[in-house]
Protein backbone atom coordinates (compact mmCIF):
# COMPACT_ATOMS: atom_id res chain seq x y z
CA UNK A 1 0.00 0.00 0.00
CA UNK A 2 1.31 3.13 -0.99
CA UNK A 3 0.80 6.30 1.24
CA UNK A 4 0.06 9.60 -0.04
CA UNK A 5 1.21 12.58 0.85
CA UNK A 6 -1.12 14.80 2.67
CA UNK A 7 -2.46 17.54 -0.05
CA UNK A 8 -6.25 18.86 1.56
CA UNK A 9 -7.13 20.92 4.96
CA UNK A 10 -8.76 17.60 5.66
CA UNK A 11 -5.78 14.97 5.32
CA UNK A 12 -4.10 17.10 8.54
CA UNK A 13 -7.57 16.11 10.37
CA UNK A 14 -6.71 13.54 12.53
CA UNK A 15 -3.66 15.70 13.95
CA UNK A 16 -5.95 18.05 15.55
CA UNK A 17 -7.23 15.98 18.27
CA UNK A 18 -3.30 15.17 19.42
CA UNK A 19 -1.93 18.49 18.65
CA UNK A 20 -5.26 20.38 20.66
CA UNK A 21 -4.21 17.43 23.62
CA UNK A 22 -0.50 18.76 23.78
CA UNK A 23 -1.51 22.64 23.51
CA UNK A 24 -4.01 22.57 26.73
CA UNK A 25 -1.98 19.75 28.96
CA UNK A 26 1.60 20.61 28.03
CA UNK A 27 2.13 24.00 25.89
CA UNK A 28 -0.16 25.99 28.29
CA UNK A 29 0.98 25.01 31.22
CA UNK A 30 4.66 25.06 30.72
CA UNK A 31 3.96 28.60 29.00
CA UNK A 32 2.50 29.79 32.11
CA UNK A 33 5.56 28.14 33.90
CA UNK A 34 8.21 29.30 32.54
CA UNK A 35 6.14 33.25 31.81
CA UNK A 36 5.71 33.30 36.42
CA UNK A 37 9.47 32.12 36.66
CA UNK A 38 10.73 35.73 34.87
CA UNK A 39 7.83 37.57 37.77
CA UNK A 40 9.10 39.64 40.58
CA UNK A 41 9.01 37.64 43.86
CA UNK A 42 7.49 39.76 46.54
CA UNK A 43 9.26 38.71 49.66
CA UNK A 44 6.12 38.88 52.34
CA UNK A 45 3.83 38.64 49.73
CA UNK A 46 3.51 36.86 46.69
CA UNK A 47 4.76 37.93 43.03
CA UNK A 48 3.78 40.57 40.25
CA UNK A 49 3.93 40.29 37.03
CA UNK A 50 7.54 41.16 35.15
CA UNK A 51 10.51 40.40 33.77
CA UNK A 52 13.20 39.19 35.98
CA UNK A 53 16.03 36.94 36.11
CA UNK A 54 16.60 37.04 39.89
CA UNK A 55 14.67 33.89 40.31
CA UNK A 56 17.04 31.97 37.57
CA UNK A 57 20.58 33.84 39.12
CA UNK A 58 19.70 32.62 42.69
CA UNK A 59 19.64 29.14 40.81
CA UNK A 60 22.98 29.35 39.70
CA UNK A 61 24.99 28.49 43.04
CA UNK A 62 27.57 25.53 43.63
CA UNK A 63 24.36 24.80 46.27
CA UNK A 64 22.03 23.96 43.62
CA UNK A 65 24.26 22.61 41.25
CA UNK A 66 25.17 20.25 43.45
CA UNK A 67 21.54 19.22 44.49
CA UNK A 68 20.68 19.43 40.38
CA UNK A 69 23.73 16.48 39.84
CA UNK A 70 22.70 14.71 43.00
CA UNK A 71 19.24 14.12 41.22
CA UNK A 72 20.63 13.91 37.51
CA UNK A 73 23.00 10.74 39.48
CA UNK A 74 19.95 9.32 41.43
CA UNK A 75 17.80 9.10 38.12
CA UNK A 76 20.71 8.01 36.18
CA UNK A 77 21.28 5.19 38.38
CA UNK A 78 17.25 4.30 39.14
CA UNK A 79 17.53 3.86 35.50
CA UNK A 80 20.41 1.31 35.15
CA UNK A 81 19.30 -0.59 38.10
CA UNK A 82 16.09 -0.94 36.72
CA UNK A 83 17.46 -1.98 33.33
CA UNK A 84 19.73 -4.23 34.65
CA UNK A 85 17.04 -5.99 36.73
CA UNK A 86 14.12 -6.16 34.64
CA UNK A 87 15.94 -6.83 31.18
CA UNK A 88 17.51 -10.33 32.23
CA UNK A 89 14.12 -11.28 34.46
CA UNK A 90 11.34 -10.26 31.51
CA UNK A 91 13.82 -11.97 28.83
CA UNK A 92 13.52 -14.86 31.12
CA UNK A 93 10.11 -14.07 31.68
CA UNK A 94 9.63 -14.45 27.54
CA UNK A 95 11.17 -18.35 27.59
CA UNK A 96 8.18 -19.35 30.23
CA UNK A 97 4.29 -20.96 29.65
CA UNK A 98 1.92 -18.11 28.57
CA UNK A 99 -0.02 -18.84 32.52
CA UNK A 100 3.26 -18.15 34.49
CA UNK A 101 3.80 -15.29 32.27
CA UNK A 102 0.11 -13.93 33.05
CA UNK A 103 0.68 -14.35 36.53
CA UNK A 104 4.08 -12.50 36.95
CA UNK A 105 2.18 -9.39 35.07
CA UNK A 106 -0.46 -9.42 37.09
CA UNK A 107 1.99 -9.11 40.30
CA UNK A 108 4.06 -6.58 38.68
CA UNK A 109 0.80 -4.71 37.77
CA UNK A 110 -0.58 -4.67 41.42
CA UNK A 111 2.40 -3.00 42.54
CA UNK A 112 1.37 -0.25 40.30
CA UNK A 113 -1.78 0.46 42.71
CA UNK A 114 0.35 1.20 45.78
CA UNK A 115 1.53 4.66 46.17
CA UNK A 116 4.56 6.47 46.45
CA UNK A 117 3.48 7.25 50.37
CA UNK A 118 2.66 3.56 51.02
CA UNK A 119 5.52 2.38 49.34
CA UNK A 120 7.90 5.03 51.05
CA UNK A 121 6.19 3.92 54.18
CA UNK A 122 6.54 0.19 54.05
CA UNK A 123 10.15 0.34 53.17
CA UNK A 124 11.12 2.40 55.98
CA UNK A 125 9.51 -0.27 58.11
CA UNK A 126 11.32 -2.86 56.61
CA UNK A 127 14.45 -1.04 57.19
CA UNK A 128 14.11 0.66 60.70
CA UNK A 129 16.35 -1.00 63.32
CA UNK A 130 12.74 -1.71 65.68
CA UNK A 131 11.07 -3.54 63.24
CA UNK A 132 13.42 -4.02 59.98
CA UNK A 133 14.61 -6.81 58.37
CA UNK A 134 18.33 -6.70 60.37
CA UNK A 135 16.18 -8.30 63.14
CA UNK A 136 16.10 -11.20 60.57
CA UNK A 137 19.61 -11.57 60.11
CA UNK A 138 20.24 -11.34 63.65
CA UNK A 139 18.03 -14.23 64.65
CA UNK A 140 19.57 -16.46 61.79
CA UNK A 141 22.81 -15.31 63.43
CA UNK A 142 24.25 -13.34 60.44
CA UNK A 143 24.34 -9.97 62.80
CA UNK A 144 25.47 -9.10 65.86
CA UNK A 145 22.60 -6.50 66.74
CA UNK A 146 19.68 -5.09 64.59
CA UNK A 147 21.02 -2.01 62.81
CA UNK A 148 19.08 1.10 61.33
CA UNK A 149 19.20 0.92 57.21
CA UNK A 150 17.25 4.29 56.92
CA UNK A 151 17.50 7.37 56.15
CA UNK A 152 20.25 6.32 53.55
CA UNK A 153 21.03 6.40 49.99
CA UNK A 154 20.98 2.87 49.69
CA UNK A 155 16.87 3.07 51.28
CA UNK A 156 16.17 5.87 48.46
CA UNK A 157 17.82 4.18 45.82
CA UNK A 158 16.20 1.01 46.47
CA UNK A 159 12.66 2.41 46.50
CA UNK A 160 12.77 3.88 43.85
CA UNK A 161 13.98 0.97 42.15
CA UNK A 162 11.22 -0.86 43.72
CA UNK A 163 9.04 1.84 42.29
CA UNK A 164 9.81 2.14 38.74
CA UNK A 165 10.28 -1.86 38.43
CA UNK A 166 6.80 -2.83 37.13
CA UNK A 167 7.02 0.29 34.44
CA UNK A 168 10.63 -0.77 32.89
CA UNK A 169 9.18 -4.24 32.70
CA UNK A 170 6.23 -3.48 31.21
CA UNK A 171 7.79 -1.63 28.86
CA UNK A 172 10.36 -3.97 27.48
CA UNK A 173 8.21 -6.74 27.33
CA UNK A 174 6.24 -6.30 24.53
CA UNK A 175 9.68 -6.00 22.42
CA UNK A 176 11.16 -9.28 24.23
CA UNK A 177 7.95 -10.84 23.60
CA UNK A 178 8.07 -10.61 19.96
CA UNK A 179 11.87 -11.29 19.74
CA UNK A 180 12.35 -13.93 16.50
CA UNK A 181 13.09 -17.20 18.55
CA UNK A 182 15.85 -18.46 15.61
CA UNK A 183 17.80 -15.43 16.24
CA UNK A 184 19.33 -17.97 19.97
CA UNK A 185 18.71 -20.84 18.11
CA UNK A 186 21.12 -19.88 15.16
CA UNK A 187 23.76 -18.26 17.90
CA UNK A 188 23.50 -21.76 19.45
CA UNK A 189 24.25 -23.81 16.73
CA UNK A 190 27.26 -21.54 15.83
CA UNK A 191 28.49 -22.38 18.84
CA UNK A 192 27.77 -19.78 21.38
CA UNK A 193 27.01 -20.24 25.15
CA UNK A 194 23.44 -19.20 26.44
CA UNK A 195 25.57 -16.30 28.18
CA UNK A 196 27.28 -15.54 24.96
CA UNK A 197 24.27 -15.48 22.97
CA UNK A 198 22.57 -13.25 25.34
CA UNK A 199 25.13 -10.59 25.25
CA UNK A 200 26.01 -10.98 21.73
CA UNK A 201 22.67 -11.07 20.17
CA UNK A 202 20.00 -10.41 21.96
CA UNK A 203 21.19 -7.59 23.71
CA UNK A 204 22.37 -5.67 20.54
CA UNK A 205 19.00 -6.40 18.79
CA UNK A 206 17.09 -4.87 21.52
CA UNK A 207 19.45 -1.88 21.58
CA UNK A 208 16.96 0.81 21.09
CA UNK A 209 14.32 -0.87 22.99
CA UNK A 210 16.51 -0.65 25.98
CA UNK A 211 17.88 2.96 25.37
CA UNK A 212 14.05 3.94 25.08
CA UNK A 213 13.20 2.29 28.20
CA UNK A 214 16.36 3.62 30.15
CA UNK A 215 15.39 7.18 29.12
CA UNK A 216 11.55 6.82 29.96
CA UNK A 217 13.05 5.20 33.41
CA UNK A 218 15.21 8.31 33.84
CA UNK A 219 12.37 11.03 33.27
CA UNK A 220 9.83 9.05 35.81
CA UNK A 221 12.63 8.97 38.31
CA UNK A 222 13.84 12.55 38.39
CA UNK A 223 10.29 14.00 39.54
CA UNK A 224 10.50 11.84 42.91
CA UNK A 225 10.39 13.75 45.54
CA UNK A 226 8.30 11.69 48.74
CA UNK A 227 10.46 9.20 48.71
CA UNK A 228 13.86 10.81 48.91
CA UNK A 229 11.80 12.66 51.60
CA UNK A 230 11.01 9.44 53.48
CA UNK A 231 13.32 6.98 52.87
CA UNK A 232 16.73 9.85 52.70
CA UNK A 233 18.60 12.42 54.69
CA UNK A 234 18.86 15.96 53.58
CA UNK A 235 21.58 15.45 51.74
CA UNK A 236 19.50 12.63 49.52
CA UNK A 237 17.11 15.23 49.13
CA UNK A 238 16.16 16.19 44.91
CA UNK A 239 15.60 19.15 43.11
CA UNK A 240 11.82 18.58 43.14
CA UNK A 241 11.98 18.34 46.60
CA UNK A 242 13.33 22.05 47.05
CA UNK A 243 11.15 23.01 44.22
CA UNK A 244 7.86 21.93 46.78
CA UNK A 245 9.35 23.86 49.53
CA UNK A 246 9.51 26.94 47.72
CA UNK A 247 6.02 26.77 46.08
CA UNK A 248 4.24 25.18 48.90
CA UNK A 249 6.33 26.52 51.82
CA UNK A 250 7.82 29.75 51.18
CA UNK A 251 4.75 30.62 48.43
CA UNK A 252 7.50 31.27 46.32
CA UNK A 253 6.27 30.72 43.04
CA UNK A 254 8.63 32.52 40.65
CA UNK A 255 11.98 30.98 42.35
CA UNK A 256 9.81 27.65 41.91
CA UNK A 257 8.91 27.83 38.55
CA UNK A 258 12.52 28.69 38.16
CA UNK A 259 14.17 25.60 39.39
CA UNK A 260 11.25 23.67 37.12
CA UNK A 261 11.97 24.83 33.71
CA UNK A 262 16.10 24.15 34.67
CA UNK A 263 14.79 20.68 35.38
CA UNK A 264 12.97 20.04 32.20
CA UNK A 265 15.70 21.57 30.10
CA UNK A 266 18.28 19.42 31.65
CA UNK A 267 16.32 16.32 31.37
CA UNK A 268 15.08 17.40 27.95
CA UNK A 269 18.74 17.70 26.49
CA UNK A 270 20.31 14.78 28.08
CA UNK A 271 17.25 12.97 26.64
CA UNK A 272 18.20 14.75 23.02
CA UNK A 273 22.14 14.11 23.89
CA UNK A 274 21.04 10.27 23.69
CA UNK A 275 18.92 10.09 20.76
CA UNK A 276 21.00 11.84 19.08
CA UNK A 277 24.66 9.19 19.99
CA UNK A 278 22.51 6.57 19.78
CA UNK A 279 21.86 7.31 16.04
CA UNK A 280 25.15 8.36 15.19
CA UNK A 281 26.24 4.57 16.40
CA UNK A 282 23.77 3.33 14.37
CA UNK A 283 24.38 5.10 11.01
CA UNK B 1 -27.98 -6.26 60.64
CA UNK B 2 -29.04 -9.29 58.81
CA UNK B 3 -32.85 -8.81 58.69
CA UNK B 4 -32.43 -5.37 57.17
CA UNK B 5 -30.18 -6.89 54.32
CA UNK B 6 -32.75 -9.84 53.73
CA UNK B 7 -36.25 -7.50 54.31
CA UNK B 8 -37.33 -6.00 51.16
CA UNK B 9 -36.01 -2.70 50.54
CA UNK B 10 -34.96 -1.81 47.41
CA UNK B 11 -31.08 -0.62 47.12
CA UNK B 12 -32.26 3.31 46.34
CA UNK B 13 -34.63 3.18 49.00
CA UNK B 14 -31.57 2.10 51.39
CA UNK B 15 -29.30 4.67 49.43
CA UNK B 16 -31.76 7.09 49.67
CA UNK B 17 -31.68 7.04 54.08
CA UNK B 18 -27.94 6.92 54.12
CA UNK B 19 -28.14 10.43 52.11
CA UNK B 20 -30.81 11.70 53.91
CA UNK B 21 -28.56 10.62 57.29
CA UNK B 22 -25.81 11.88 56.47
CA UNK B 23 -27.72 15.42 55.57
CA UNK B 24 -28.91 15.58 59.10
CA UNK B 25 -25.84 15.19 60.34
CA UNK B 26 -23.98 17.82 58.05
CA UNK B 27 -26.88 20.22 59.02
CA UNK B 28 -24.92 22.61 61.86
CA UNK B 29 -22.95 23.79 59.04
CA UNK B 30 -25.61 24.83 57.40
CA UNK B 31 -26.82 28.18 56.92
CA UNK B 32 -29.74 28.20 59.01
CA UNK B 33 -32.80 30.73 57.92
CA UNK B 34 -31.77 33.11 61.02
CA UNK B 35 -31.22 36.80 60.83
CA UNK B 36 -28.14 36.96 61.91
CA UNK B 37 -25.49 34.97 60.31
CA UNK B 38 -21.64 34.75 59.95
CA UNK B 39 -19.28 33.10 57.68
CA UNK B 40 -16.15 31.78 59.98
CA UNK B 41 -13.62 30.06 58.33
CA UNK B 42 -11.36 27.44 60.31
CA UNK B 43 -8.46 25.36 59.57
CA UNK B 44 -9.90 22.00 57.24
CA UNK B 45 -9.81 18.67 59.05
CA UNK B 46 -9.39 18.42 62.81
CA UNK B 47 -10.07 22.17 64.02
CA UNK B 48 -13.04 22.13 61.56
CA UNK B 49 -14.79 19.29 63.14
CA UNK B 50 -14.25 20.03 66.58
CA UNK B 51 -15.36 22.90 66.40
CA UNK B 52 -18.75 22.48 64.45
CA UNK B 53 -19.16 19.49 67.18
CA UNK B 54 -18.07 21.16 70.24
CA UNK B 55 -18.44 24.96 69.86
CA UNK B 56 -20.28 26.46 66.66
CA UNK B 57 -23.56 24.84 68.15
CA UNK B 58 -22.96 25.99 71.61
CA UNK B 59 -22.28 29.94 70.44
CA UNK B 60 -25.69 29.71 68.18
CA UNK B 61 -27.55 28.98 71.08
CA UNK B 62 -25.71 31.56 73.09
CA UNK B 63 -26.43 34.14 70.65
CA UNK B 64 -28.70 33.43 67.93
CA UNK B 65 -26.16 34.16 65.50
CA UNK B 66 -25.71 31.36 62.91
CA UNK B 67 -22.65 30.32 61.89
CA UNK B 68 -21.60 28.80 58.61
CA UNK B 69 -18.09 27.43 58.76
CA UNK B 70 -15.62 27.17 55.87
CA UNK B 71 -13.31 24.87 55.98
CA UNK B 72 -10.01 27.25 54.74
CA UNK B 73 -6.46 25.59 53.70
CA UNK B 74 -3.71 25.81 55.91
CA UNK B 75 -0.87 27.61 54.51
CA UNK B 76 -0.89 30.76 52.78
CA UNK B 77 -3.64 29.92 50.02
CA UNK B 78 -6.26 31.16 51.98
CA UNK B 79 -5.10 34.47 52.72
CA UNK B 80 -4.46 34.83 49.00
CA UNK B 81 -8.28 33.98 48.06
CA UNK B 82 -9.40 36.64 50.92
CA UNK B 83 -6.85 39.29 49.80
CA UNK B 84 -8.51 38.99 46.00
CA UNK B 85 -11.48 38.70 46.84
CA UNK B 86 -11.59 41.45 49.13
CA UNK B 87 -10.32 43.51 45.82
CA UNK B 88 -13.57 42.53 44.18
CA UNK B 89 -15.29 43.90 47.46
CA UNK B 90 -16.16 39.72 48.55
CA UNK B 91 -15.68 38.25 52.00
CA UNK B 92 -15.91 34.14 51.64
CA UNK B 93 -15.47 34.40 55.50
CA UNK B 94 -16.17 37.19 57.43
CA UNK B 95 -13.76 36.13 60.47
CA UNK B 96 -11.18 33.94 59.66
CA UNK B 97 -8.55 31.87 61.57
CA UNK B 98 -4.91 32.86 60.38
CA UNK B 99 -1.68 32.09 60.99
CA UNK B 100 0.58 34.60 62.16
CA UNK B 101 3.18 35.09 59.49
CA UNK B 102 0.07 35.35 57.29
CA UNK B 103 -1.59 37.57 60.16
CA UNK B 104 1.32 39.79 59.53
CA UNK B 105 1.17 39.93 55.81
CA UNK B 106 -2.12 40.69 55.66
CA UNK B 107 -1.73 43.63 57.90
CA UNK B 108 0.72 44.93 54.98
CA UNK B 109 -2.41 45.24 52.56
CA UNK B 110 -4.18 46.66 55.67
CA UNK B 111 -6.46 43.27 54.73
CA UNK B 112 -8.26 43.01 58.48
CA UNK B 113 -10.65 45.31 59.94
CA UNK B 114 -9.06 46.81 63.40
CA UNK B 115 -11.54 45.23 66.05
CA UNK B 116 -12.91 47.36 68.84
CA UNK B 117 -11.12 45.74 72.17
CA UNK B 118 -14.33 47.84 74.09
CA UNK B 119 -16.77 45.27 73.03
CA UNK B 120 -14.69 42.54 74.15
CA UNK B 121 -15.12 41.58 77.62
CA UNK B 122 -12.26 39.88 78.46
CA UNK B 123 -9.75 41.66 75.95
CA UNK B 124 -7.77 42.36 79.26
CA UNK B 125 -7.31 39.01 80.28
CA UNK B 126 -6.03 38.06 76.99
CA UNK B 127 -2.13 37.17 77.27
CA UNK B 128 -0.16 39.97 75.64
CA UNK B 129 1.29 37.71 72.89
CA UNK B 130 -2.47 36.60 71.57
CA UNK B 131 -3.23 40.67 70.67
CA UNK B 132 -1.85 41.42 67.28
CA UNK B 133 -1.44 45.30 66.36
CA UNK B 134 -1.21 47.23 63.67
CA UNK B 135 2.05 49.19 63.64
CA UNK B 136 -0.42 51.72 65.51
CA UNK B 137 -1.53 50.11 67.94
CA UNK B 138 -5.12 49.59 66.23
CA UNK B 139 -5.70 45.76 66.97
CA UNK B 140 -5.66 43.76 63.67
CA UNK B 141 -6.35 39.95 65.40
CA UNK B 142 -7.25 38.39 68.68
CA UNK B 143 -6.11 34.87 69.26
CA UNK B 144 -8.05 31.88 68.31
CA UNK B 145 -6.06 28.73 69.08
CA UNK B 146 -2.95 28.36 70.36
CA UNK B 147 -0.58 25.08 70.61
CA UNK B 148 2.61 23.82 72.12
CA UNK B 149 5.56 22.61 70.34
CA UNK B 150 7.77 20.85 72.95
CA UNK B 151 10.89 18.08 73.51
CA UNK B 152 9.62 14.67 73.24
CA UNK B 153 11.23 10.95 74.13
CA UNK B 154 10.28 7.73 74.27
CA UNK B 155 10.01 6.51 77.92
CA UNK B 156 11.64 3.35 77.24
CA UNK B 157 15.05 4.68 75.56
CA UNK B 158 15.55 7.66 78.14
CA UNK B 159 13.90 6.71 81.99
CA UNK B 160 14.67 9.95 82.95
CA UNK B 161 12.77 13.14 81.05
CA UNK B 162 15.80 15.25 79.65
CA UNK B 163 14.46 19.14 81.24
CA UNK B 164 16.73 21.30 78.60
CA UNK B 165 16.37 22.10 75.12
CA UNK B 166 20.34 21.92 75.34
CA UNK B 167 19.75 17.78 74.92
CA UNK B 168 18.80 18.87 71.14
CA UNK B 169 23.31 19.34 71.00
CA UNK B 170 23.91 16.07 73.84
CA UNK B 171 26.76 14.21 71.33
CA UNK B 172 24.97 11.40 73.52
CA UNK B 173 22.54 11.56 71.41
CA UNK B 174 23.93 10.89 68.30
CA UNK B 175 21.44 10.31 65.14
CA UNK B 176 18.90 9.93 67.44
CA UNK B 177 16.78 13.00 66.84
CA UNK B 178 13.19 13.86 64.58
CA UNK B 179 12.94 17.54 63.99
CA UNK B 180 11.05 19.78 61.98
CA UNK B 181 12.21 20.30 57.98
CA UNK B 182 11.45 23.73 57.75
CA UNK B 183 12.98 26.90 59.59
CA UNK B 184 9.41 28.44 59.31
CA UNK B 185 7.89 25.54 61.04
CA UNK B 186 10.59 24.51 63.56
CA UNK B 187 11.32 27.38 65.41
CA UNK B 188 14.74 25.98 66.12
CA UNK B 189 16.48 29.41 65.68
CA UNK B 190 14.42 30.93 68.52
CA UNK B 191 15.32 28.06 70.65
CA UNK B 192 18.96 28.44 69.68
CA UNK B 193 18.61 31.68 70.62
CA UNK B 194 16.74 31.37 73.91
CA UNK B 195 18.99 28.60 75.37
CA UNK B 196 22.09 29.38 74.25
CA UNK B 197 22.03 33.39 73.36
CA UNK B 198 19.89 34.87 76.41
CA UNK B 199 16.66 34.85 74.35
CA UNK B 200 15.13 35.13 70.70
CA UNK B 201 15.80 39.01 70.69
CA UNK B 202 19.30 37.65 69.81
CA UNK B 203 17.83 37.51 66.37
CA UNK B 204 17.52 40.94 65.78
CA UNK B 205 20.25 41.25 63.85
CA UNK B 206 21.78 39.39 61.00
CA UNK B 207 25.21 38.91 62.89
CA UNK B 208 23.00 37.01 65.87
CA UNK B 209 20.87 34.85 63.30
CA UNK B 210 24.08 33.87 61.68
CA UNK B 211 25.56 32.70 64.87
CA UNK B 212 22.04 31.14 65.81
CA UNK B 213 22.86 28.84 62.72
CA UNK B 214 26.24 28.59 63.43
CA UNK B 215 25.17 26.93 66.92
CA UNK B 216 22.29 25.22 65.13
CA UNK B 217 24.79 23.27 63.00
CA UNK B 218 26.00 21.52 65.57
CA UNK B 219 22.98 19.66 65.88
CA UNK B 220 22.97 17.95 62.46
CA UNK B 221 24.91 14.71 63.50
CA UNK B 222 22.11 13.97 66.23
CA UNK B 223 19.29 14.16 63.60
CA UNK B 224 18.00 11.08 62.12
CA UNK B 225 14.87 12.96 60.52
CA UNK B 226 14.24 16.10 59.23
CA UNK B 227 10.46 15.41 59.02
CA UNK B 228 8.01 17.64 57.07
CA UNK B 229 4.82 14.78 58.03
CA UNK B 230 3.42 14.35 61.28
CA UNK B 231 3.04 10.50 61.25
CA UNK B 232 6.33 9.80 59.61
CA UNK B 233 8.07 11.07 63.34
CA UNK B 234 4.98 9.81 65.10
CA UNK B 235 5.07 6.45 64.60
CA UNK B 236 9.06 6.39 64.58
CA UNK B 237 9.05 8.23 68.04
CA UNK B 238 6.07 5.75 69.66
CA UNK B 239 8.64 2.45 68.13
CA UNK B 240 11.51 4.22 69.82
CA UNK B 241 13.14 4.32 66.33
CA UNK B 242 13.78 7.95 66.74
CA UNK B 243 13.77 8.34 70.46
CA UNK B 244 13.79 12.09 71.01
CA UNK B 245 12.53 14.81 69.29
CA UNK B 246 10.48 18.15 69.19
CA UNK B 247 6.61 17.67 68.76
CA UNK B 248 3.11 18.89 69.44
CA UNK B 249 1.97 18.82 73.50
CA UNK B 250 -1.41 17.68 72.77
CA UNK B 251 -0.34 14.87 70.44
CA UNK B 252 2.08 13.45 72.39
CA UNK B 253 -0.53 13.77 75.43
CA UNK B 254 -2.85 11.83 73.75
CA UNK B 255 -0.50 9.35 72.35
CA UNK B 256 1.29 8.71 76.11
CA UNK B 257 -2.84 8.20 77.26
CA UNK B 258 -3.45 5.42 74.45
CA UNK B 259 -0.54 3.73 76.25
CA UNK B 260 2.51 4.16 74.30
CA UNK B 261 5.93 4.82 75.45
CA UNK B 262 6.17 8.80 74.86
CA UNK B 263 6.65 11.67 76.81
CA UNK B 264 6.10 15.61 76.23
CA UNK B 265 8.09 17.85 78.34
CA UNK B 266 8.14 21.61 78.44
CA UNK B 267 12.20 22.33 79.12
CA UNK B 268 12.97 25.07 81.73
CA UNK B 269 13.86 27.44 78.50
CA UNK B 270 9.94 26.81 77.89
CA UNK B 271 8.01 25.07 74.56
CA UNK B 272 7.58 26.84 71.58
CA UNK B 273 3.85 28.49 71.43
CA UNK B 274 2.53 28.86 68.18
CA UNK B 275 -0.41 30.21 67.19
CA UNK B 276 -3.28 31.41 65.15
CA UNK B 277 -5.57 34.27 65.34
CA UNK B 278 -9.27 35.28 64.69
CA UNK B 279 -8.82 37.85 62.12
CA UNK B 280 -12.03 40.13 59.97
CA UNK B 281 -11.65 40.79 56.26
CA UNK B 282 -11.88 44.73 55.88
CA UNK B 283 -15.01 43.29 52.80
CA UNK B 284 -17.04 41.71 55.56
CA UNK B 285 -19.62 44.11 56.62
CA UNK B 286 -20.55 41.72 59.96
CA UNK B 287 -18.61 43.65 61.96
CA UNK B 288 -20.92 43.65 64.71
CA UNK B 289 -21.47 39.97 64.12
CA UNK B 290 -17.92 39.10 64.47
CA UNK B 291 -17.11 41.08 67.45
CA UNK B 292 -19.82 39.04 69.07
CA UNK B 293 -18.12 36.01 68.30
CA UNK B 294 -14.90 36.85 69.18
CA UNK B 295 -16.01 38.09 72.34
CA UNK B 296 -18.33 35.03 73.05
CA UNK B 297 -14.82 32.77 71.71
CA UNK B 298 -12.44 35.08 74.26
CA UNK B 299 -14.49 33.64 77.74
CA UNK B 300 -13.08 32.07 80.27
CA UNK B 301 -15.69 29.10 80.21
CA UNK B 302 -15.10 28.70 76.47
CA UNK B 303 -11.59 28.53 76.37
CA UNK B 304 -11.48 26.20 79.19
CA UNK B 305 -14.06 24.25 77.28
CA UNK B 306 -11.78 24.26 74.33
CA UNK B 307 -8.52 23.03 76.36
CA UNK B 308 -10.58 19.91 76.87
CA UNK B 309 -12.44 19.03 73.60
CA UNK B 310 -9.80 20.52 71.16
CA UNK B 311 -6.61 20.40 73.31
CA UNK B 312 -5.72 24.22 72.33
CA UNK B 313 -3.79 26.09 74.95
CA UNK B 314 -5.73 29.00 76.50
CA UNK B 315 -5.55 32.31 74.95
CA UNK B 316 -6.35 33.84 78.59
CA UNK B 317 -4.55 34.15 81.81
CA UNK B 318 -4.40 30.96 83.80
CA UNK B 319 -6.20 32.79 86.83
CA UNK B 320 -9.19 33.63 84.93
CA UNK B 321 -9.79 29.60 83.69
CA UNK B 322 -11.50 26.51 85.70
CA UNK B 323 -9.13 24.52 84.51
CA UNK B 324 -7.17 21.99 86.88
CA UNK B 325 -3.90 21.49 87.26
CA UNK B 326 -3.92 18.20 85.22
CA UNK B 327 -6.06 19.62 82.37
CA UNK B 328 -3.55 22.90 82.28
CA UNK B 329 -0.54 20.39 82.22
CA UNK B 330 -2.35 18.54 79.19
CA UNK B 331 -2.64 21.75 77.10
CA UNK B 332 -0.25 24.75 78.13
CA UNK B 333 2.52 25.27 80.99
CA UNK B 334 3.56 28.17 83.54
CA UNK B 335 6.98 28.30 82.21
CA UNK B 336 7.51 31.13 79.73
CA UNK B 337 7.28 29.73 76.57
CA UNK B 338 9.38 30.82 73.66
CA UNK B 339 7.44 32.86 71.29
CA UNK B 340 8.37 32.64 67.35
CA UNK B 341 9.92 35.38 65.74
CA UNK B 342 7.23 35.70 62.79
CA UNK B 343 8.12 39.35 62.06
CA UNK B 344 11.75 37.81 60.41
CA UNK B 345 9.50 35.39 58.41
CA UNK B 346 8.00 38.24 57.22
CA UNK B 347 10.97 40.41 56.45
CA UNK B 348 14.24 38.26 55.79
CA UNK B 349 11.90 34.82 54.93
CA UNK B 350 13.95 34.35 51.35
CA UNK B 351 17.32 34.49 52.99
CA UNK B 352 16.36 32.51 56.21
CA UNK B 353 15.52 29.60 54.11
CA UNK B 354 18.04 29.31 51.73
CA UNK B 355 20.64 29.54 54.81
CA UNK B 356 18.59 26.88 56.49
CA UNK B 357 18.60 24.50 53.45
CA UNK B 358 22.15 25.21 52.78
CA UNK B 359 22.60 24.18 56.49
CA UNK B 360 20.58 21.12 56.58
CA UNK B 361 21.05 20.02 53.19
CA UNK B 362 24.77 21.00 52.95
Redesign the interface.
Same mark, same amino acid.
Request: proline share 0%.
Given at each position: MKREPPRSLADYAPLAFPAVMLVVFFVVPFSTMIAVSFFRRQQGGFYTPDFVVDNYARFLTTFFGGVLGFSLMLAIMVALVCVAIAFPFTFLLAQTKRRVQIVWLVVMLSVLSLSEVIIGFAWSTLFSRTAGITNLFVWLGLMSEPQALVPGFGAVLTGMVYQALPYTVLVLYPAIVRLDPTLTEAARTLGASPLLAFFNVIVPTLRNTIVATLIMVFVFALGSYLLPQILGRPQHWTLSVLITDQAIYQSNMPFAAAMAVFLVLISLSLVALTLFVGRRETA | MKSLLHRNIGRRAVLGTGLAGAAALAMPTVLRAQDRSIKVGVYGGYFKDSFDANIFPEFTKATGIAVESIAEPT??AWL?QLSQAARAGQAPADLSMMSQTST $? #?GQ? /?ELWTPLDPSKIKNFDGLLTNFVSTYPDDRVAGVGAVAWYITLVTNTDAYPEAPTSWAALWDPANKDKLGLL? $?V @? %?SFLLEVTARTFMGGTDALDTEEGQLKAFEKLAEVKPNV? $??Y??EA /?FEQ?LK @???IPMGQYYHDVTGLAAADGHPVRSTFPEEGGILDSGNWVLSKASDKVEEAHVFIDYMSQPEIQSLMSRKVGTAPTLKRDLLDLTDEEFAAVSSDIDPIIPRYDLY? @? #? @??WL %? /?KW??L???
Open positions: - | GEV $L #KE /QA $L @S %NR $LWRD /QA @SGEI @S #K @SD %N /QTEIVG
